[in-house]
């Protein structure tokens, strides 16, 4: 008799993360889940309630490597910009495309919560470093963030290729526009 392959739930959180990386979240369930393994669908409802468990972890998964993207741009430029973070966004397009797909087209309000989030932050840099103040500060933000999301779609769709230093380029590029838009000129 041969001997039975054990599963580790480890294994099952590991293999979810890779099926959401590669496929998408919306073709993450257990059938694709047990392909990736290479086993039966039994040992995710082994270790598992259901396959909501499941997801809930890959998204927290997601959402840490989400961080961790934010973070190398955040150490390789010593603080978080306006720079880094909309030059993030652009980097998970390149390195991670079905969690960009994930965060900014399938699940927009994952997205706009990021910007909201980190906007608090681009919004002060702006009035602190550049003079723009109230609205002016949120339509520059604003402008800069579509911008960057329209451009990671671009990188994401396989339109362009991603290199870190023309990226950072056009997140300048947008922001010289916006900020000549809406009333300051560097």
């Not at 989400?66 to 966004?89: D, H, R």
């Amino acid at each position: 008799m041969s001997k039975t392959k054990t599963i580790m739930k480890e294994s099952i959180i590991d293999g979810a993360f890779a099926v959401f990386r590669k496929y998408g979240y919306e073709n993450l369930n257990a059938r694709s889940l047990a392909r990736e393994m290479n086993c039966s669908t039994q040992p995710i409802y082994v270790n598992f309630k259901d396959m909501d468990q499941v997801k809930k972890i890959a998204r927290k998964l997601a959402a840490e490597r989400y961080q961790e993207i934010l973070g190398e741009a955040e150490k390789k430029y010593k603080k978080l910009t306006y720079s880094n973070y909309y030059l993030g966004i652009v980097k998970l397009a390149a390195y991670e495309p079905m969690l960009f797909k994930y965060y900014y087209i399938d699940h927009q309000e994952l997205g706009k919560k990021a910007f909201n989030d980190y906007g608090r932050e681009t919004f002060v840099e702006l009035n602190k470093e550049y003079g723009l103040k109230g609205k002016a500060a949120g339509k520059v933000s604003k402008n800069l963030f579509n911008c960057v999301v329209a451009y990671g779609m671009l990188v994401t769709l396989g339109y362009t290729d991603f290199d870190e230093t023309e990226a950072l380029e056009a997140v300048k590029r947008y922001f010289v526009q916006s900020t000549e838009k809406y009333g300051f000129t560097e």
